[in-house]
């Protein structure tokens, strides 16, 4: 016999880590905080009731996160959602089992069981290991003396009641239902046949207007802006900040200033047309500011590819969402989170992998070798963390999601696309005792110290540089840094800055490593989107760190710098800002008269590291400002980064002009402006 889960029915196949995980009944527990790690699930956590919606994800979640698809008695043959094939050991021909998960009380990992008329077993891949669960999202189904089914999405530490489309609890007879022997779909409903054949009918359709109530009564909205519109009519559309398409379906959430206090109750999964939803505040506090407060709903993430969240100037608690890696960069810039009120400073949004405390870690003070040089004497270069904790390191999850991002960053832009050869390139790690770093007033006590007191309006913070060089010197056991050469080390700093804040940073430091003092170059890039993670850290790393170039802001109306042909930096890192405003005098004088440079447009204009008196070869380039900046070295930069390079690789290396050129291929590498 042979039954197979249909795990992508309906368009919301990529649905993630359904991070449901309150309690079962009525006992929610009190919401954690703190560093990150779990913790019991707060009072606001979803419960699966009447919404369709809901169980719509719970299947897909069961399809997802490891759940036998196939299964094959005759063969007596097992394949897992990630196409794994397995091999078990019945106890006899009937064709009758389930599949389900359990904690082994000796090593504390949960692992996938069978059973065969009445008889238990582990699954064992080919080489006779049990298989752990695949992700740290996958339900584990229970009953209780009743028959009541339950489900938990957090290993086993909490579990939740099982309702149908009418609200009526699901009975199952037995003690482990395992899986869903099929699920069948239509735009209407959805039919779940259980493994004892039962079968469950459920609505598709999500219960938008009980969704909506919910948020009206968990935060006091007899009091609030909705109390004019809200359950006053059938028509939602009708009711304050509410917008639905032609089919009735919400398509905007706009709930700002709306006097609304308490914790968001965890249904918005109930909105998959939903593009913005908005409860923030302006600025400047008014009495008719939302007060919201507790962790954020884990069912926001649910849409997190098609809906933005806006939540900023409120006073919600530190929250730890969970997704799979490849959605980091639609989550990242799915929510405006910062700043809340001075009074929640401390406020933090982590996005962590769904995989993060699943599997085996990366050590602390412990390094990789990403990569070993090709050629010249081999460039080392770090790349770490701060505010990642011991759950974080987890082999793949999010600090190597982040630490691969900043290579793929570091090496993605030209010229150091092609002069990734010359490096020798070290992951290094370190638990910080509390996940995240510090912003404003709340400093975390992470590993190396990150603090930005304020971070709205500075664009600088503290560290401490020693605790870098001896988490180094402790995971490469020594290896030497340069006591001449600044060792190059890219620090990526677990805090979610959507919005408003500063951001990249570069700081030169000296410590002391192996016994000796040594400078180091350090890169800080906070996380955010992809996109704009890269362009932070290819202006501050490899422009500032690696290539000692200079900032390029400013304009002919900035700060004149005084006697600035006496400045010690001018002449010490000069590839890409001058004093001399005639180019034929610049450092940049032999592109500026090569044809080959003239659609780089170089000339000398105004305005170069916040001094009017001071000028750049571009208009614009990546070490212009961010509202200005192309992701483009112009020439000059590019010859200082491949003369920092070069003489790093190879011992008496002497810049020569068409060497470069050969190299540089500018006719491949042009603005684009």
Not at 67 to 74: E, G, K, Q, V
Not at 297 to 313: D, E, G
Not at 661 to 670: A, G, T
């Amino acid at each position: 016999m042979k039954t197979t889960i249909l795990s992508k029915i309906f368009a919301l196949a990529t649905i993630f880590t359904l991070a449901v995980g309150c309690s079962s009944g009525e006992d929610s527990g009190e919401g954690g905080g703190g560093g990150g790690g779990t913790s019991q699930r707060p009072s606001n956590q979803l419960r699966l009731t009447s919404d369709a919606a809901i169980l719509h994800n719970l299947y897909t979640t069961i399809a997802t996160f490891g759940y036998a698809p196939i299964f094959d008695l005759s063969a007596k043959r097992v394949t897992l959602s990630n196409g794994k094939e397995f091999t078990i050991t019945p106890s006899g021909d009937t064709p009758s089992f389930v599949i389900y998960a359990e904690k082994d009380e000796e090593d504390k990992t949960w692992y996938w069981k069978y059973e065969f008329e009445g008889a238990q077993g582990w699954l064992m891949d080919s080489n006779n290991t049990r298989v752990a669960l695949l992700k740290s999202a996958a339900p584990i189904f229970n009953t209780d003396a009743s028959g009541n089914l339950s489900a938990s999405f957090d290993k086993g530490q909490n579990y939740i009641q099982l309702s149908d489309a009418a609200g009526n609890k699901i009975k199952i007879t037995g003690k482990h239902p395992g899986l869903f022997q099929a699920i069948k779909g239509n735009s209407n409903e959805i039919t779940i046949t259980l493994v004892n054949d039962q079968s469950i009918e459920v609505l598709r359709k999500p219960d938008q207007r009980g969704a909506l109530e919910a948020i009206y009564d968990a935060c006091n909205g007899d009091d609030s802006k909705l109390s004019g519109s809200w359950k006053k009519t059938d028509d939602i559309d009708a009711w304050y900040g509410i917008t639905c398409n032609s089919e009735g379906e919400i398509t905007q959430i706009d709930l700002r200033g709306c006097r609304l206090k308490g914790v968001l109750p965890d249904v918005f999964a109930a909105f998959p047309k939903c593009t913005t939803i908005r409860f923030n505040n302006d600025a400047t506090a008014t009495a008719n500011d939302n007060e919201l407060t507790g962790q954020l709903p884990q069912s926001m993430t649910t849409y997190v590819a098609t809906t933005k969240f806006y939540l900023h100037y409120n006073h919600f608690d530190i929250t730890d969402f969970y997704i799979p890696t490849e959605l980091f960069d639609i989550a990242s810039s799915a929510y405006r989170v910062y700043p809340q009120r001075e009074d929640s400073y401390d406020f933090r949004l982590f996005i962590n992998s769904d995989i993060d405390g699943t599997g085996p870690k990366h050590g602390h003070e412990t390094c990789v070798q990403v990569q070993k040089a090709a050629k010249g004497k081999g460039i080392d270069i770090y790349f770490i963390g701060d505010g990642y904790d011991e759950e974080n390191h987890t082999k793949g999850g999010t600090l190597d999601f982040w630490l691969n991002e900043a290579v793929k960053a570091t090496f993605g832009i030209h010229p150091m696309d092609k002069l990734k050869q010359y490096f020798n390139i070290y992951f290094v790690y370190g638990y910080s005792p509390e996940r995240g770093v510090g912003l404003f007033n709340n400093k975390r006590n992470c590993l190396y110290g990150y603090w930005q007191k304020n971070p709205l309006k500075e664009s600088n913070c503290s560290f401490n540089a020693q605790n870098i060089a001896t988490t180094i010197e402790k995971a490469t056991k020594g290896r030497a840094f340069s006591t001449s050469d600044r060792a190059w080390i890219c620090m990526m700093v677990n805090t979610h800055v959507h919005g408003g804040m500063y951001r990249g940073m570069q700081y030169s430091k000296n410590v002391v490593y192996n016994g000796v003092n040594v400078p180091i170059a350090v890169g800080i890039n906070p996380t955010y989107s992809i996109s704009s993670t890269a362009s932070l850290l290819q202006h501050e790393f490899v422009g500032h760190a690696m290539g000692t170039l200079l900032d390029e802001y400013g304009t002919a109306d900035s700060p004149v710098l005084e006697n600035p042909e006496l400045n010690n930096t001018l002449y010490t890192r000069n590839y890409n800002v001058t004093y001399e405003s005639d180019p034929t005098k610049s450092p940049w004088a032999d592109f500026y008269r090569d044809p080959r440079y003239a659609h780089e447009k170089l000339g000398c204009y105004a305005g170069a590291w916040n001094y009017g008196n001071l000028y750049r070869p571009t208009t614009t380039s990546m070490m212009r400002s961010s509202g200005e900046r192309i992701y483009w070295f112009n020439a000059p930069s590019r010859r200082g980064i491949y003369s920092k390079i070069m003489q790093r690789a190879f011992t008496a290396w002497q810049f020569d002009y068409e060497e470069f050129v050969k190299f540089d291929e500018p006719e491949k590498h042009k603005p684009n402006y």
